[in-house]
Nanobody, 123 residues
Framework: QVQLVESGGGSVQAGGSLRLSCAAS????????MGWFRQAPGKAREAVAS??????DTYYADSVKGRFTISQNNANLYLQMNSLKPEDTAMYYC??????????????????WGQGTQVTVSS
């Protein structure tokens, strides 16, 4: 069992930055891939970025490449978000799972989820 707790969300103007954190606890954490996902009102959940447990490689959705950076330090997962845009407004979730590499950005492959942290970007 894995527990995930996100923090760091908030309101920021377009062009600003935020850093999200996810504190993970549980058994065999190092065996799990970790990811950030987001869901805006009325929209489907979408992947933001993930780190593969097998080698630490990182993967990003096209919409955030070059602006967001995912990182991991022991049991903590981070998402540094720069050059934020209004379309980045969403609830952001931390997730843990064991997806195959070719499905690393599919939320359905993740078993454990945090409660989410809200990010609001104003124009």
């Amino acid at each position: 069992q894995v527990q995930l707790v996100e923090s760091g969300g908030g309101s920021v103007q377009a062009g600003g930055s935020l850093r999200l954190s996810c504190a993970a606890s549980g058994h065999k954490l190092s065996t799990y891939s970790m990811g950030w996902f987001r869901q805006a009102p009325g929209k489907a959940r979408e992947a933001v970025a993930s780190i593969y447990a097998g080698g630490g490689d990182t993967y990003y959705a096209d919409s955030v490449k070059g602006r967001f950076t995912i990182s991991q330090n022991n049991a903590n997962l981070y998402l540094q978000m720069n050059s934020l845009k209004p379309e980045d407004t969403a609830m952001y979730y931390c997730a843990a799972g064991a997806p195959p590499l070719w499905r690393i950005l599919l939320g359905s492959e993740y078993n454990y989820w945090g409660q989410g942290t809200q990010v609001t970007v104003s124009s």
